[in-house]
């Protein structure tokens, strides 16, 4: 399980993961966002590990959960219990203080910056490059074409200082929440959508999406017949929203291991790698 960052060294990632392959083992990580879609990263990304696999045997498979589960297993999931679609929505509501990554929160999102500061993760093509995949995923499986690929982002400003319990204050006027989409075009209009709202604050565009409940969830939505809505709160470290999901990206990997050991060396996507049963996880008296 390769958990470092790849977030601003994705060379370095990538680099550290070949090396592991090339010695023969499997390898899951949630770091290199190109390859959730394998299929369609970067050709000299994806000749690297295949030429690794090849060398040394080993596989890979890279997931998590936003990227990950949540806009791929499982919008496919429930995707197969409608009679009709419309649109295929897949969304991350979160309140960002819960997230225990000051720099990642302040500098690559940019919350708590004026609102000329370009944050890195909503430059243009960027959203794309690590939501783009999941939306090619679900296209795939759908047998949909998609005509192209969108990004919409709006960000709006706080309107009063506050001050969080894990990352100090946030200052009036400064970015106090961000929605972006990642839309999938089919026949002109967008049909798979990848979207997010990240705020810092709850009183910040309170008539954005919010959660049901707490500091955030990711929620599946297919418009159609039936309307089919699905919504997932998972809690860890003393009932954070933020260490849940993040739970459960490593749950998706982790529990990945032993299919990917059994089966033959290669690169593999969410669409290979089934999502089983917990079977002996149930609790057993000690």
């Not at 690929?149 to 319990?165: F, K, N, Q």
Request: net charge negative; charged share 20%.
């Amino acid at each position: 399980m390769y958990a470092a960052s790849g977030d601003i060294r994705p060379d370095d990632a990538l680099a550290d993961v070949l090396q592991v392959i090339r010695a023969g083992a499997v390898v899951v990580t949630p770091a290199l966002y190109a390859l959730y879609d394998q299929r369609g990263a970067p050709p000299e990304m994806r000749a690297q590990v295949l030429d690794a696999i090849a060398e040394g045997g080993g596989s890979l498979f890279a997931s998590g959960v936003d990227p990950g589960w949540g806009n791929d297993v499982l919008p496919l999931l429930v995707s197969g219990l409608a009679g009709t679609i419309d649109v295929v929505r897949c969304q991350e509501i979160f309140d960002y203080s819960a997230y225990d990554q000051p720099d990642s929160v302040r500098y690559l999102v940019g919350m708590g910056q004026p609102m000329d500061y370009e944050p890195p993760m909503l430059a243009a093509t960027v959203p794309t490059m690590v939501w783009g995949g999941q939306v090619r995923l679900m296209a795939r499986a759908l047998g949909a074409e998609l005509d192209e690929i969108r990004e919409t982002v709006d960000r709006r400003p706080l309107d009063a200082t506050i001050t969080t319990a894990s990352m100090g204050d946030f200052e009036k006027g400064t970015q106090g929440a961000v929605r972006f989409e990642v839309q999938g075009i089919v026949a002109g209009e967008p049909r798979i959508v990848v979207e997010h709202v990240t705020r810092i604050h709850p009183s910040c565009a309170p008539d954005w999406p919010v959660p049901p409940d707490g500091d955030g969830a990711h929620r599946v939505v297919i418009e159609g017949v039936p309307r089919i809505e699905v919504t997932v709160e998972a809690t860890d470290e003393h009932g954070n929203r933020a260490a849940g999901g993040n739970a459960t990206a490593a749950g998706r990997l982790v529990n990945a291991i032993d299919w990917l050991v059994d089966a033959e060396p290669g690169l593999y996507d969410a669409l290979d790698v089934p999502v089983r049963p917990a079977v002996g996880k149930l609790w057993k008296a000690p």
